[in-house]
């Protein structure tokens, strides 16, 4: 529930809500998306907000605009996850006006 409330909540996210599996795969949408790359996002996430994802290409998806996190930590760690998420795609977003 944290993961599908946390993207709802974004501006920058969408997502069709996991049926079962212990992951998600969020996609980044709007002028956030604008010249995204999954793997340099992965990067910046790790290096400014000590955020792990995995680029979403990197499970043969013919595109760069999704990623994977995985539904293991609390709702409270996950919530606090996809803020420092948003604060980046903010970034970007604003960048891209």
Known sequence: ???VESCAASPHLQLVAPQGALYGFPAVAGPAAH???DHAFALELLESEDVLIVPGSSFNVPYRTHFRVTLLPPPDVLRE???RIDRVLSRRAAMAA
């Open 1 to 3: 529930r944290a993961l």
């Open 35 to 37: 010249g995204f790359d």
């Open 81 to 83: 996850v996809f803020g």
